[in-house]
């Protein structure tokens, strides 16, 4: 068993949202605008804010938090102190959140709540705001133009002009519709005449559901991070910053954490200013901007997440999780397991008591369906050469089990 002191996240959802707010994340796959493809990752995704509640009720799914998972928490040191309360199906946690809106209490969320839970008396965030805010089509008013890449809006019927504006640039083509999006799904990184007219019949197809089609001109940048904002009644307070690691223009596939590599302090500020613009119009909770910087100097602001990140959850525990073992960077690791949890689990503990290894999202699979299931976490280390050796030592543990078919378990 690790003797190392506890992870604890620097604050937590309920130092940021009012007294009366209840964590109600699971939604319908019509709501998340093509970011997830199946129930089960609607069903992870609730366990994302365990660590980081404070004592907060959460309504997540019985397998992001079974007892096998609790006990994986605690001897990684982190203590889930929120108020757990676990669904099996939509209806459940749709029934369990009413039970909360009739005690008078309000709920928070990633993406739109389904009907009935999606009055505005019953939620922190309108859905009117939260829709206009993480709109594509609103950056302009929400952000000094200064700090756009060039670009154009095409509302629904006119897409086909983005065929020949800017025709001798590469460029992205960005979705815009009342709600937030994610996972690089809604971005199409065009190169060429060919790979921008293949993003426009993409885009064509789907025209009914947006509100507009951003183009914006491809800007280099040296670094780029998505820097994440606490907004309430009280002000408005920098939480920290990841980079953003991608697999590819457009689609993310890990953050970092490296104090060598943070955005400047007048990035800070251009955020804390369309946070402050947020928070005018009446928006309360987590932000996330994705940020960079060119090699001149010049800050480019690239989308706006009013809602919790891919990353949150990871720079808040960062300086506790680096500080108990002299770590100093810490990196994202994403793992889907055919099996069960267990045997994974049991494979991680050493990593996990040295300290290296700090989970933040767990998913037990269900048995017998066609599920895997899920581990995400971050890895603490001193360098970069480092964190690749404890990521190749941890697939080397583990490489057989990512091969166990369907049908065990």
Not at 41 to 70: F, Q, S, Y
Not at 113 to 119: A, I, M, V
Not at 137 to 165: H, K, T, V
Request: with cysteine.
């Amino acid at each position: 068993m690790s003797t190392l002191p506890p992870v604890t996240p620097a604050t937590n959802l309920s130092d940021i949202y009012p007294a009366d707010t209840v964590f109600a994340p699971r939604t319908t796959l019509a709501l998340t605008n093509w970011v997830h493809t199946d129930s089960m990752r609607l069903d992870t995704a609730t366990g994302m804010p365990l660590t980081i509640l404070g004592n907060m009720p959460l309504i997540c799914h019985e397998n992001t938090c079974t007892p096998v998972i609790i006990d994986f928490f605690r001897r990684a040191g982190i203590a889930l102190n929120g108020n757990i309360i676990t669904y099996h199906d939509l209806d459940k946690a749709i029934a369990i959140a009413n039970q909360y809106l009739l005690r008078g209490q309000r709920l928070i969320y990633y993406y739109p709540p389904p009907p009935p839970l999606d009055s505005d008396a019953g939620l922190v965030i309108p859905l009117s705001l939260y829709g206009w805010l993480n709109d594509k089509a609103n950056l302009e008013d929400l952000c000094d133009a200064q700090y756009l890449p060039p670009s154009r809006l095409y509302p629904p019927g006119r897409f086909m002009e983005a065929a020949d504006e800017f025709h001798d640039k590469t460029v992205y083509l960005k979705a815009c519709f009342a709600g937030a999006s994610g996972a690089g799904t809604d971005i199409r990184y065009c190169v060429d005449s060919h790979s921008r007219l293949a993003a426009i019949v993409w885009f064509t197809a789907r025209e009914s559901q947006l509100t507009a089609l951003r183009m914006e001109v491809d800007v280099p940048v040296t670094s780029c991070w998505c820097v994440n904002l606490a907004i309430n009644e009280s002000g408005i307070r920098y939480l920290g910053a990841a980079t953003q690691v991608f697999s590819r223009p457009g689609l993310q596939s890990g953050s970092l954490i490296d104090p060598t590599d943070q955005p400047t302090s007048e990035i800070i500020n251009i955020t804390l200013a369309i946070g402050n613009v947020a928070r005018q119009r009446g928006y309360v909770g987590i932000a996330g901007f994705d940020i960079g910087i060119d090699a001149s100097g010049h800050a480019w602001v690239f989308d706006l997440n009013f809602r919790k990140t891919a990353c949150t959850v990871q720079i808040l525990l960062h300086d506790s999780a680096c500080r108990r073992i002299n770590g100093r960077i810490s990196q994202s690791l994403g793992l889907n397991i055919p099996g069960p949890l267990a045997p994974a689990l049991e494979r991680l503990t050493p990593f996990v008591d040295s300290g290296c290894f700090v989970p933040q999202r767990l998913y037990e699979r269900t048995p017998g369906v066609d599920q895997f299931s899920v581990i995400t976490a971050i890895l603490i280390a001193t360098d970069q050469d480092e964190v690749n050796s404890i990521e190749a030592a941890i697939n080397d543990a583990i490489n057989d089990l990512l091969s166990v078919p369907d049908s065990v378990a």
